[in-house]
């Protein structure tokens, strides 16, 4: 940090008001962005450092710099502090912490209520009137332990309305992966039976349900009931050869516990915590997470631990593993449900279990050197971890050429590859009905899904293209186009268009209008015969065609970007046109129809147009409609 930087005087009057209390602080950029979320047992003692000391031109200094504006949260401890510095993290996405991103949610296997109980994938929010098992790290986890339920114990998997209008089994009980409890080939009792034994099968229970289910073979033995005996034998048969097909074995009577197994691995300036999840002894597979920051973090944490070296949360010490695990630890648990162990390539901080135990009123232990069983899981969650950081870095240094190389093809100058900013455009429609445009980003080296963007066409002739693309590059960058002039945004460095000199032509209209640059605008034509690999840029500002060669790493980046352009229009113009089709949306609209009601009424009348010729009294003899909620729909539908 430079000597002459001076920081504003109402900043470091609110540094020295601060009091020495544990809390949270953080620092804000003059544009509102989040630089770093921190805790500290002493607010004052910790915060008066980064605006005391000298940093020089490190990592820190930088950060420091930039810092224009703090927020700081007192607690009654340092775990509370803890929790709320992660919780923060998680919410608010500073530049300067680790950060952990994860866009999907995990997936659980349903047991869903009924007199014969459906199991089922599932992902969302649970209710308490169903059971859940998980979560799994994979939806491919979930579907395979439902094929064994299947296999072991003929659950239905059918949705309620396939299973209340059944007349005769289905497939699935020919080839013996149903009892078909909807025809009543199974009494409610044997089926609970079933259902109860898949229940102890998913929580690791397996030589409890082999000892019933041979006590039950004998007795029907015992009775000459044959039949009944060599069914059961047939089922312990597939259970046992389930449990021998486990690529992990038990290890022990005390191992069939749920387990987490983080391992990490950092190399060349990434890292990987690999989660392996073992529910029930069963090892359910593998879930890679790639943090963020974790340069800018490990400056920050050892400078924190230097002020406040009492701290028993000091970092002090601990190699870059360490943080990055405990920083995963922290962050993931909070929306996950923490098993009754962890078995981790790092030790991990008393003070942080402890604070996750309050949270969550579950108590869980840390393993750092397992033996036994916990050790095989450990070295191959361990391994996994080399083979994705490896992966990920093949990745990136091969989307770093690709974008290298469009910059060199495209001649653009950038200070920093990272920042080259792309968006590019695309239409789609069926016959002109349903008409989407969408809008997708690249930005440090890869595609930002939470960027994308659709938008509905409205007021143009069906299937008119050009006026499609005229509207949605209007109403992205008129906006845009203020605020620029405003110094108050950004325009992307290059905006693709999926069309040749007609699609050009129009976005060099618009880019007139609104006194943009029209050297930012390129289309991709199709080359001689449309195919793949011949495409040409196209540019609005009069410059030559480029043809960028069939092996061209640039080539390979645009046809990535055009692809994922189209992939994202076709699959919103697929969901609006099956709205309008069938009137789903509509009828989901009316308040008291859930997806129950909606797919009775779909399956009485046949579709959405058959339900609004019908009158009332009709609608009324659905079951489940009641006379006000029909006279509700039928006003709902004219």
Known sequence: MSKDFEFAPELLAEVAALPALPGVYRYFDTEGGVLYVGKARNLKKRVTNYFQKNHGGTRIGHMVTKISRMETTVVRSEAEAL???????KTLNPRFNILFRDDKSYPYLKLATHQFARVAYYRGAVEKKHKYFGPYPSAWAVKESILLLQKVFKLRTCEDTVFNNRSRPCLLYQIKRCSAPCVEHITTEAYAQDVANAEKFLQGQTQEILTGLEQQMLAHADKLEFEQAAELRNRM???SKVLHQQSMEIGGKNDNVDVDILAVKVQGGKACVNLAMVRGGRHLGDRPYFPTHIENAVDVAEMDAEVDAEDTLATKAKPLEALVLEAFI?????DVPVPPMLVCSEPVDKELIAALIAQSGVKFVAIHQPREQRRIWLDMAMKNAELQLARLLAEQGSQQARTRALAEAMDLSLDDLASLRIECFDISHTAGEATQASCVVFHEHKMQSAQYRRYNIEGITPGDDYAAMR??????????????KN???????LVLVDGGKGQVSMAREVFTELGLDLGLIAGVEKGEGRKVGL?????????DKVYLGRDSAALMLIAQIRDEAHRFAITGMRAKR???????????????????????LLQRFGGIRAIASASAEDIATVDGISKELADEIYRALH
């Open 83 to 89: 929790l709320l510095e992660n919780n923060l993290i």
């Open 237 to 239: 048969s597939a259970l």
């Open 330 to 334: 922290a962050q993931h648990y909070i």
């Open 471 to 484: 509207q949605v590059l209007t109403r992205r960058y008129s906006k845009l186009a203020e605020a620029v």
């Open 487 to 493: 110094n108050d945004g950004r325009l992307p460095d």
């Open 535 to 543: 495409e040409e840029l196209v540019f609005a500002d009069g410059r």
């Open 578 to 600: 099956a709205s309008v089709r069938t009137g789903a949306s509509k009828l989901e609209d009316i308040e008291g129809i859930g997806p129950k009601k909606r797919a009775s």
